[in-house]
């Protein structure tokens, strides 16, 4: 009856904020039907530490190394965790092993190109209803729902904290939150940041409300429970407690009470001691490490590329991006155009922040500055821990910024509110709220579900269609019925398209990879695709016999490619996890191999003198080639190949080099060499990061046979004689020479 009632008065005096909820937890739950499992951030991770909780009735203890898939954020704080095992209780969850089969061609944390979204491969078993672990997944992704809207609900008291009278602005501010179509999309999956961002939401209200009624023991209390809960929940939450140190600081200031601000954190610090304190304790005896972000880097979490200016700047243009829509795992974004939106909102609305101080400066109107302040110092304060873990990790989404995201959207729409009377702050939030949601409403539908959608089947005229017939069969499993190009020829650096028809002649147990190769005509790879079909949709153990697909594959070529020249597909299909190959055979059963070969297709000639071509030939850590520059590849006998290498110091040399660059034929014989001093100029002058391109000339000889040539390049101590050994990516020592590129010698 006490719920019935609060539901009623919420909904007569806060109509606006009624419907924000209920659609709020729509949309959410839009979001959460159309990602499948595991297609969130760290949602594997997560699921599987919770699952562990519900089985083994106790926390995991991390171990860097292992298959478990809880491993990833098995350092994570447990109150999310230890939360979500309560409704496991009620599903039965032994299949789980079963429904996780990792996509090994999926394309993770990068945007761009063409290749499987999905992180793990799907299948009917998830349809709904659903059932076992699918369930239990959801009813967690519906707990994160939940407290997405108690965030919501909480941005909305935060701004009414602030301005008690403004309803209007306080659902501007609720509606930045709750129609955000990134948390929108993060409520809706098994995510810790969904709770952070409730209880760092939380303490924020209960600060700014002890602010304006007064640091009472009850109060301090209610908020060192908020406050040990959230430092429970995620480390970023550590931060609340200088929060709560300047908010007692402000009080005692005003007060003239040195003694509350000592009573204060004392109470504040003990309550955050009782409650988490347990966690950091056992992480020291097991780990010697209480924040277990040692053991996190143990995990993968490690930074890979130096921590400079430029990076920052980059990442932080992600941080934007996936602060307001980027999908999957980090690898589905939206239309620039959203993106340009969302970049006009906070640059107007941080103009309207300006505006608004400069009218304070000018003694009107007033404002809360104190609360503001505090506001502000929670998303310094978030900004600067994420910039911290970005120098540890390569972490730059900006989900880590939700647990600030009550105020963010609060400055964001007061900012905006600046630019029209107040009378009309209502109507504009009205305004901002129906395009927000649109947005959020169109978003699930044009970027996540086709994303992850399966291909059409095709029907029995379009397989009667098809341009040209193959019907070749690959152990007995599958049928590459025919193929169709959309061009003839294609220049070095361009995509070429091949589209591929596809049947099931048989049930299929195991998920097969296509393979999709470019073979030139030395039978060199020059471009390729593996997928599961379907681009990770559809893998082949989800395929009933007869069920026949179109599918589309894209290829690149270098613009390294040997031009001119001629290429020809190949296609087969291989256990991605043995590499073994399917056998095919022909239409009338004769065996062709592990594969078929079709069509040839022109390269043409590309734009080999236009600039430099980028690769990295690393000689023991000293010196590099960083690109090459060819005149021509396609050349005649009598004439000179002009090769430019740029090189460029690895570090500080202090000794001189000889090059010994050789014209390599199909035979392996040298018809052309040119050895002698690195550069002009002595290398052991050279310092580290110096680039210095040199030309060499290799003159033909007039009866030099045509055939297609390779360059080699070798590096000599000009003191010993001493071959440098080149290194590979990760340092491992590999050859003693370098081919750098291919070019044709044609008859005369």
Known sequence: MNKRLFLTRLAREHPFLSAILALFVLLASLYSVVTPVYEAPDEIGHFTYIKYIADHRALPVFEPVGEDPWIPEGRQLPLYYLL???????????????????????????????????????????????????????????????????????????????????????SGAALLVAFNPQFLFISGAVNNDNLAALLSSAALLALLATLRKGATTPRLICLGIILGLAALTKLNALGLLPLGLLALLIMSTRQRSPTLLVRGMAILLLLVLLIAGWWYVRNWALYRDPMSLYIHQEAGARRENPFTLPSVIGQAKAIKKSYWATFGWFNIQADPILYHFFDCLTFLGGLGLILAAIRVLRGRPFLPLAKLSLLLTWIVIMALELLGWMWQASAYQGRLLFPATSAISFFLFFGLSQFTPRRYTTLLAGLLGGLMLLIAIITPFRYIAPAYAKPPLISADEIASIPHRLDVTFGGQMRLLGYAIDQPSVKPGNKVAVTLYWQSVAKMDKDYTIFVHLLDELETVVAQVNTFPGLGSFPTRDWERGESIAERYILRLPGTVLSPNSAQFEVGLFDPFTSDRLPAYGPDGHFMGDNVRFYHIEI???PVGQGPIGVFVNFENTLSIAAYQLERWVVSPGTTIHLTLHWQALTDVDEDYLVSIRLLGSDGAPRAQVEGQLTASPASLWTQGQAVPATYDLPLSLDTPPDIYEIEVRLQRAATGETLTILDAEGQPQDDRAFISRLRIEAP
């Open 84 to 170: 979500g095992a309560l409704p496991l209780s009620l599903v039965d969850t032994s299949d789980a092993d079963q429904l996780l089969h990792f996509n090994p061609h999926a394309i993770v944390g990068t945007f761009g190109g063409v290749g499987n979204r999905n992180w793990v491969v799907h299948t009917r078993e998830e349809a709904f209803p659903y059932h076992s672990t699918v369930l239990a997944i959801h009813l967690v992704r519906f707990l994160s729902i939940l407290m997405g809207a108690a965030t919501v609900l909480i941005a909305y008291s935060i701004a009414l904290e602030i301005f008690p009278s403004r309803k209007g602005l306080a």
């Open 604 to 606: 043409e000639e590309g």
